[in-house]
């Protein structure tokens, strides 16, 4: 964590502790499940129905990024007296 927040330059921001069950709620309660019925239990799930949600439209104002210096050395300039191979053969 630590060095992504250094690379990142972001600020620290807690998923929470229940973060991966809800990546993938199939897999978590298939695992509870299991455990469940190696307890000697009988398990039996359903889904709920989803209520339909009216979808909310956000305004997010465009930003535009920073522009990327490039990495490494820089290039090595033409010597002084040539700058145009056309010129060098006056």
């Given amino acids: 964590m630590a060095y992504s927040i250094l690379k990142t330059k972001e600020p620290y921001r807690e998923l929470g502790g ?3 069950d809800k990546l993938n709620p199939e897999r978590t309660a298939h695992r509870l499940m299991v455990r469940i019925e190696k307890l000697g239990f009988e398990v039996e799930i ?3 129905p989803v209520p339909a949600v009216a979808p909310v439209v956000v ?3 465009v930003v535009e990024e920073p522009v990327k210096k490039k990495r490494g050395r820089p290039r090595k300039a033409p010597p002084l ?9 006056r």
Avoid: A, H, Q
């Avoid at 700058?83 to 053969?89: A, D, G, K, Q, R």
């Fill in 59 to 61: 305004d997010v104002p």
């Fill in 81 to 89: 007296g040539i700058l145009n191979p056309e010129e060098s053969t």
């Fill in 46 to 48: 359903k889904r709920r």
């Fill in 18 to 20: 229940d973060y991966f």
